[in-house]
């Protein structure tokens, strides 16, 4: 079982400090854990993989949301037999789909973090494969007007485990979550942020008041910023003053220039408070949390989560963690007079920790109005609420001696931005190996092509260069990817295309990497899928074909209950087809036709195994596009023509249509095995049309909430057609292919 240990020290300035204990806060599942000195070493065990899975659990759950009622957020989690596309939609008393996403998880429990807007009963659905779990889901905040907010906060394939620590609060770990690390020496506290993935040791600051060690200044487009330690945070001292004045009454615009406000239109007060920015500008147009936005490099924007680390050490009665600090409105005892200027306020601060906030005023969103310098201080935060047009910020008031924490202006307003030192970024790598066969013989690579899909961008190997190493960086906030060697970007979650040559002949794969692996392409061809000669289904035997990396079933799918093309297909547990003409005896030679739900069954998701065999799936446009590339004569696998619409390709069709059946004597020469036979269609009235003329596929790519993606062989073509113009209600033929084939 892998783990993940931390170490814990500490300095004051550069000097040494013993640390009286530690505790850790689990900022995304919750929970907490401390250490007592002489204990600084945490051992955080997880799991990777799906062989810890308990057995006990065979099908998808949703377990109830906690805490149910919800007033503010509520975490929800479920857990996934096998790893694959799950579609998660919210919705409302009405049926109304209030959010409607899908995320490809591993097999085991993931968390998500709900923030109801208004409403007072929500229902949680989760759709996997032809599975569906769903929960209700009570609200008793305040929530109107607000946007519904979904987020996926972690993954872990079975209960984590905490090791080495005796003394834990219902504390649990997962790659990916958030973890606050609270030092404790001498009454002084230090508070730092953090998503572990490796081993690491943490150095926890006890300096406060000091400009930052090593950095005591920043030169930043003309101007000189000082740094102030606030113990574990390093922070520009004075409020950020860049870019070019605009008046007051024009909003600013995504034109490639930082555009400021100076209070009142006077540059001088840009001089003496800084500058005042809309939300959007000071982020640079991203909603990432933690973007470097408008501050200079190796600084970013401070997220809403920092500010409460801020907050706590300088408060003298609320520590860093406390709950006190997750409220709205005023909160705290004294952190708003610990952080005030000594100076320039109507009733000034004292300035405790040398951060200096001054009382800048602020812009009033579409009036161009200047209010409250001199009497308060606001400043923006880079996460956005739940409205998309409003964001969190803080306010210092001249006569509180309190923080405020509320999102209740408008992004257009005009506020001053601090920025705060970003941690170094730590460096990960995938290794990926690659090897070739035919059949069950070895082959020698002549080379390999790398894409991007995601992002865009390829990189080539050539022989005997087999392994690649894609690298990339993460910090805390935001996450970054890095330029991989060779010159193609990439960040876990990114889908990548392999297309290995050898001679004349490529065979291509679609991954999605998250660890380093050896991965196999296959180079035999119109062969039965090696290991996999027929598969067995509801009663039919159905026959493999191996076409080079990919395993397809050799006829199109029969399976189900037979009902009338008048009829429309019913999510009633019941697979049902239609037959060509309402006889069974085309559902024999042809297959049977499909409406595109029937075929997923009733889930959006691609990839899905729908009406498939177990082990099997829908192929997705990107799979068919693999299968067109590897049998074209001209255009290979990822070539741009296979982005393309209508006729595509110069003889993918001619190849993978059968010898015989087709109209007038149009056969295919079916070189791969393919096998395609011109099984017609149905249309949404029930009316059929094009047997022997057209084979109609659909794959589990949707367009748009009512097309799907097509692809059609037709009698006279040599091409294969790609489209969305026919309705999801048409009833076509299923092909499917084999999930994740390693030959």
């Given at each position: ?369 200047f209010s409250f310098i001199g009497y308060e201080g606001y400043w923006w935060m880079a996460k956005k609420n739940y409205d ?18 509320h999102y209740d202006l408008n992004w257009s307003c005009g506020f001053s931005v601090r920025c705060i030192r970003s941690p ?281 909430d009512y097309f799907a993606w097509q692809r059609y062989l037709g009698y006279g073509l040599d091409e294969i057609i790609r ?21």
């Open positions: 079982m892998p783990s993940i240990e931390l170490t814990f020290t500490a300095i004051d300035s550069a000097s040494h400090v013993k640390l009286d204990s530690i505790k850790v806060m689990n900022r995304t599942q919750g929970g907490d854990t401390v250490l007592y000195w002489p204990d600084t070493i945490l051992v955080l065990d997880y799991t990777v993989g799906i062989t810890e899975v308990s057995n006990e659990k065979t099908g998808l759950q949703i377990f109830q949301n906690y805490p149910n009622p919800v007033k503010d957020q509520t975490t929800i989690t479920l857990y996934v037999p096998e790893k694959g596309k799950v579609v998660i939609m919210i919705s409302d008393m009405l049926g109304r789909k209030l959010i409607n996403t899908d995320r490809l998880l591993d097999r085991g429990y993931h968390s998500f973090r709900f923030t109801p807007g208004s409403g007072r009963i929500f229902f949680f659905t989760a759709f996997w494969q032809a599975t569906t779990s769903s929960i209700k889901i009570l609200n008793s905040g305040n929530g109107s007007g607000l946007t519904n907010l979904l987020e996926y906060t972690g993954s872990k394939v079975t209960e984590p485990q905490l090791k080495r620590i005796e003394a834990t609060q219902n504390f649990s770990f997962s790659l990916g979550d958030t973890l606050l690390y609270i030092g404790y020496a001498n009454g002084l506290q230090s508070g730092m942020l953090d998503a572990p993935e490796m081993s690491d040791t943490l150095t926890l600051q006890f300096a406060t008041n000091i400009p930052c060690p090593g950095i005591p200044t920043v030169t930043y487009e003309g101007q000189v910023y000082n740094t102030i330690q606030i113990f574990s945070q390093c922070w520009l001292k004075e409020n950020l003053n860049i870019g070019t004045m605009i008046l007051g009454i024009y909003d600013m615009q995504d034109n490639g220039i930082i555009e400021k406000y100076c209070y009142d239109n006077d540059p001088a007060n840009c001089d003496e408070y800084g500058g005042l920015y809309q939300w959007t500008e000071m982020m640079q147009y991203t909603t990432q949390q933690g973007t470097q936005g408008i501050c200079p490099d190796g600084w970013h924007v401070p997220t809403d989560d920092e500010w409460k680390i801020l907050e706590g050490v300088v408060d003298s009665l609320y520590g860093v963690g406390d709950p006190e600090w997750d409220q709205l409105g005023s909160r705290g005892f004294d952190a708003g007079l610990n952080l005030k200027s000594t100076n320039g306020w109507n009733i000034n601060g004292n300035d405790l920790f040398g951060f200096s906030g001054l009382p800048g005023g602020y812009r009033y969103n579409w009036a161009g109005i998309p047009n409003i964001t969190w910020f803080r306010y210092l008031r001249y006569n509180y001696l309190s923080v405020t924490r170094e970024p730590t460096t990960h790598f995938i290794e990926l190996t690659f090897t070739a066969i035919d059949s069950a013989a070895y082959v020698q690579l002549d080379s390999l092509k790398v894409m991007n899909l995601t992002q865009g961008g390829d990189t080539t190997l050539f022989w005997p260069d087999t392994i690649l190493v894609l690298t990339y960086e993460i910090v805390a906030n935001p996450q970054k990817y890095s330029r991989l060697n060779r010159g193609i970007d990439f960040f876990p979650g990114d889908e990548l295309l392999y297309i290995a040559y050898i001679d004349t002949l490529e065979s291509g794969m679609l991954d999605a990497p998250e660890t380093s692996d050896t991965l196999t392409l296959q180079f035999a061809t119109n062969i039965p899928c090696p290991g996999t000669p027929t598969v067995t289904y509801e009663g039919q035997v159905y026959n493999t074909i191996q076409i080079f990396n990919q395993c397809w079933l050799k006829e199109n799918l029969n399976v189900g209950v037979m009902i009338p093309g008048t009829q429309t297909m019913e999510d009633n547990g019941i697979i049902e087809k239609y037959c060509y003409d309402d006889n069974p005896y085309n559902c024999n030679t042809y297959g049977g036709l499909y409406q595109w739900n029937e075929m997923m069954q009733y889930t959006p998701t691609q990839g899905v195994q729908g009406i498939c065999p177990p082990g099997w799936n829908i192929p997705t446009d990107e799979e068919w596009k693999v299968l067109e590339g590897a049998v074209d004569s001209q255009y290979g696998i990822g070539d741009p023509e296979w982005d393309g619409l209508t006729y595509r390709g110069y003889d993918a069709g001619k190849r993978l249509k059968s010898e015989t059946g087709w109209y007038s004597g149009y056969n295919g020469t079916d070189v791969f095995g393919f096998t395609a036979r011109p099984g017609g269609s149905r249309n949404y009235g029930g009316l059929f049309f094009d047997l022997e003329y057209y084979a109609r596929f659909w794959p589990s790519s949707e367009y748009n489209e969305w113009t026919y309705y999801e209600s048409y009833g076509f033929s299923v092909r499917c292919l084999r999930d994740n084939f390693t030959p």
